[in-house]
């Protein structure tokens, strides 16, 4: 494996002497797309703030591979609302030329919108405007604070699924917080619990059974996760009834559905 883009190792973040991300070790690569979850409040802006190197380490440190470019994705577009923009002079502020610039808006599926106003796009146009400033810079790392805010539940698969289809295409890594966790189930490689410290962390399939992960967002939402997924270990006839796989064991072959490992 190669080395990683991004490491921290032992990252510490207090705020007058009360620690809100503690001796986080954690490594991102190439090809990565890791969700960070945690209740308000738990560090997961601060860690991201760390490793974009806006925020400093109190202890421990953030090493990134020399020259790596980072795209950052915020939550919101914050814009004046006076000042007319439309999306091709948005897009040309990051100093990269129009065709750059469209071919950006062209990945994340909004270059019809190119000489619309900034003001007037939805929220799901909003963040693949955003999206797409990220990407003109060919980003190694992509960092996202919530993407799907404010996109409804039909735009937020879409989005996950287009981050999941730009990580492939530019081979770059992702770190993302979000509190769709349905969604982040299906659109992640690995989960990262954070509550102050790292809960627990894992292929999101396995993460909703464990201990840490219960305590801090409770039964319930357990459950409802669980629903999701199930053990392979049998197959369902055309009726849907259970039978027995050839090998002696039950194989589940023919379901299709939402979060299968
Ligand atoms: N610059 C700062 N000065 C003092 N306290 C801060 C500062 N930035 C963050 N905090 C505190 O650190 C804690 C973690 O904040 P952070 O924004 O990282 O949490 P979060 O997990 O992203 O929360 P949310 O899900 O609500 O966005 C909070 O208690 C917050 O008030």
Redesign the pocket.
């Known amino acids: 494996m190669t080395d990683p883009l991004v490491t921290l190792d032992g990252l510490t973040v207090a ?1 007058d002497d009360r620690p ?1 991300v503690d001796q986080v070790n954690l490594s991102v690569h190439r090809g990565d797309i890791i969700t960070i979850i ?1 209740p ?7 860690l991201i703030k760390s490793v974009l190197g806006i925020q400093k380490p109190s202890a421990g440190e953030v090493r990134l591979v020399p020259g790596m470019v980072i795209g950052y994705v915020p939550q919101h577009l914050v814009l004046e609302s006076t000042l007319p923009l439309s999306v091709k002079r948005f897009m040309m502020l990051t100093g990269h030329s129009v065709s750059e610039c469209r071919a950006a808006l062209d990945k994340t599926g909004v270059g019809h919108l190119l000489d619309a106003s900034v003001h007037h796009l939805s929220g799901g146009e909003r963040q693949r405007l955003l999206l797409a400033r990220a990407l003109v810079r060919r980003p190694d790392l992509l960092v996202l604070d919530e993407p799907a805010q404010g996109v409804d539940i039909n735009g937020q698969a879409s989005l996950y699924q287009l981050i999941r289809q730009l990580r492939d295409e530019l081979n770059c890594g992702v770190i993302m ?1 979000s509190h769709d966790l349905h969604l982040v189930m299906a659109a992640t490689d690995r989960v990262i619990c954070l509550n102050q410290h790292i809960c627990c962390s894992g292929h999101p399939a396995d993460i909703s059974q464990d201990p840490a992960f219960i305590e801090t967002f409770g039964h319930d939402v357990a459950r409802s996760l669980a629903v999701y997924h199930h053990d392979h270990n049998h197959a369902h006839n055309l009726h849907g009834d259970v039978v027995e796989g050839d090998d002696g064991h039950l194989a589940h072959k023919e379901c299709s559905g939402y979060a299968h490992p």
């Open positions: 705020f809100v945690g308000n409040g738990a560090g997961k802006t601060t917080i």
